[in-house]
């Protein structure tokens, strides 16, 4: 057996595996949406999930210019942190590139290196996720206060910004909104899918910063659903609910109620909007059927659930933003 440091993780979650389970009734299978556009009664292994999705790719000079661009954009302390992790990344792609010029052959060598490859932002994913477990299982229980402690509510904070940027909805959605007009635009468009591995991290922390930063001025929810309407979620489990959202383009809205589905029964609300009050509220079913309708509106395949007559009306809806942005790209 391999030692753990050079196991490969081939199976990349882009929605945490522990998180779906709280719709599984007490196990780890839940009811979702396949590609076929069927039902389906399986274990959250199963879903929103690729094999290597967090493999880094080799960053060449042009790469790495257009991620300092991009970072030059953020607040400074937020540069220093994106490069500190950029070096982190760069060291492990300079010691592969030595080792593959010296033409030695060691096996062991290899497997440390391909272990990297396909770990690194894996395991920086897996370390949000621990962080946050507690709480989790607070705000399931209704317990708002855990985000009372500073530390728990900078790991949430966190954790919610990358749960938006690393999915394969938020990747897809983005590089396929990237113009493809000319030369140049299809430089930057190729340039941006080929390091988007680490693009992604780095919004994630810009999204997190911003939600941590912005505590005091939006309105932080926890949504009680005792209907008979259970919250579901999907592939992209947050989601931005504010009106303002475009159903016809992806493109950034002016505002956000950024929309987490935590359980059937329970989910977290970050609200620019006066829509509730801060602190605990209880949801009627029509407001959960329209957040159900939205969060499956912004899922790209997969919405999940605790039963199959959880998600069976929501499936129309499936995607339906996507839809709509591709029609007016295609007649305009």
């Not at 792609?93 to 290196?113: P, V």
């Not at 396909?118 to 897996?126: G, W």
């Not at 592939?235 to 359980?263: K, L, R, T, W």
Request: proline content about 3%; aromatic content about 10%.
């Amino acid at each position: 057996m391999l030692s753990k440091e050079i196991q490969v993780k081939k199976r990349h979650h882009y929605v945490w595996a522990n998180y779906l389970a709280r719709w599984g009734n007490g196990t780890k299978n839940v009811f979702y949406t396949t590609k076929n556009g069927n039902f389906a009664n399986d274990s959250v292994r199963a879903i929103v999930v690729d094999d290597y999705f967090y493999k880094t790719t080799a960053l060449s000079s042009k790469h790495v210019k257009l991620i300092k661009d991009f970072s030059r954009k953020s607040p400074d302390h937020l540069h220093l942190q994106h490069m500190s992790y950029l070096n982190d990344f760069l060291v492990a792609q300079n010691i592969e590139a030595i080792f593959s010029k010296s033409g030695i052959q060691d096996k062991n060598a290899e497997k440390h290196l391909q272990a990297l490859r396909c770990n690194l932002l894996e395991n920086l994913h897996a370390s949000h996720e621990a962080m946050v477990i507690p709480v989790m299982s607070a705000l399931a229980e209704e317990k708002l206060h855990v985000l009372e402690d500073k530390q728990h509510m900078i790991e949430y904070m966190t954790f919610l910004g990358h749960q938006i940027s690393r999915t394969k909805t938020f990747r897809d959605s983005a590089i396929a909104a990237q113009h493809r007009r000319n030369h140049l635009e299809i430089e930057v468009a190729n340039t941006i899918e080929h390091a988007w591995w680490f693009l992604s991290y780095m919004f994630g922390m810009n999204i997190g910063f911003s939600l941590y930063s912005n505590r005091s001025i939006a309105r932080h929810a926890l949504l009680i659903n005792d209907t008979n309407v259970p919250f579901i979620t999907s592939d992209q489990p947050v989601v931005n609910v504010h009106p303002c959202v475009s159903e016809i383009d992806f493109a950034a809205p002016e505002h956000a109620d950024f929309y987490y589905p935590i359980s059937p029964r329970i989910a977290y609300i970050i609200c620019d909007s006066d829509r509730f009050i801060q602190g605990r509220n209880v949801v009627d079913e029509s407001t959960a059927t329209e957040l159900n309708s939205k969060v499956a509106a912004q899922a790209m395949v997969h919405i999940i659930g605790d039963t199959e007559n959880a998600i069976r009306p929501f499936k129309k809806y499936i995607g339906l933003r996507y839809q709509k942005s591709r029609e007016v790209h295609v007649i305009g």
